[in-house]
């Protein structure tokens, strides 16, 4: 527990977790009206169209959406953060004072992770008590009713919150593998917010040069998997939802386990 203290009094006083905060703002805005959008273009549709698809429009979808707005920027702080946790150390030029006082390097990265975990879930908590204010309000204007009482729509807040945590870890790992500061923040913010374009660019071209079948492999772009997992199959031809959560544990899981075995036998200037 003081380890995890420790790190969250170094989190506190980070200027930039206040300000990646009032970015994630806009950022969430932009996302409820384009999801806001998508449900009243379904609004006259009713609930008979619910297992039906309409171009990348599906009522289930669409509502799952709407509920986990603010997702794509949530999940970015998060990634930021968590990485940041790491690269402060060497920012600031405290890592040797924190791996001498802690020999055991895993414990720190171990109480890195717990903090993670928990800005992990303090996003998902804000993003998420908004959502359930405003999605119901959308929902009950376009389509006459909130679908809180639908399984689906519990299901993919909760499944929201796992990919916030995994995106989390997926941070910590990132961060002991670029331990500058700027250069983390910079190549995680472009990996990802351009690198989804890019890589799905390139799974099309290769589907189109060699076999359709490629397409399926682009749930491997992790903020694919991410939408898999919440929204589920976006198309007959799309994999199963479980899918997406094994390849974001994947990216979690080897992220963390790498992180922590460079930690215990990198040299620390």
């Not at 429009?57 to 702080?77: A, D, K, P």
């Not at 959502?131 to 993919?156: D, H, I, K, R, Y």
Request: glycine share 8%; net charge negative.
């Amino acid at each position: 527990m003081n380890l995890i203290s420790a790190e969250l009094l170094k989190l506190r006083t980070t200027s930039l977790w206040w300000i990646f905060l009032i970015i994630l703002v806009p950022l969430y805005g932009v996302a409820l009206a384009f999801n806001w959008v998508a449900a009243n273009a379904l609004g006259a549709l009713g609930r008979e169209t619910e297992d039906v698809s309409f171009g990348f429009f599906n009522l289930e979808q669409t509502v799952s959406n709407l509920y986990t707005s603010g997702q794509f920027g949530g999940v970015l702080l998060v990634l930021l953060l968590s990485a940041i946790l790491v690269t402060n150390e060497f920012f600031h030029l405290t890592a040797t004072a924190t791996f001498l006082t802690t020999p055991r390097r895993e414990l720190v990265i171990l109480a890195k992770m717990a903090v993670s975990i928990l800005i992990a879930v303090l996003v998902w908590l804000f993003t998420t008590a908004l959502n359930l204010l405003l999605a119901p309000v959308a929902l009950t204007s376009t389509n006459g009713e909130s679908f809180l009482g639908e399984s689906f729509v519990w299901q993919a807040i909760g499944l929201n919150l796992l990919v916030h945590v995994l995106w989390g870890l997926v941070g910590i790992g990132c961060g002991v593998l670029i331990r500058s500061q700027i250069g983390a923040t910079i190549t995680l913010t472009v990996l990802y917010v351009v690198g989804t374009q890019i890589f799905t660019a390139v799974f099309a071209l290769l589907a189109n040069l060699v076999d359709d079948s490629i397409m399926k492999l682009r749930i491997i772009i992790p903020t694919l998997a991410s939408d898999l997992l919440v929204s589920g199959p976006q198309s007959a031809d799309d994999l199963p939802r479980w899918v997406g959560a094994v390849v974001l544990l994947a990216y979690a899981g080897v992220a963390g386990v790498l992180g922590t075995l460079i930690t215990r036998q990198r040299d620390i200037a």
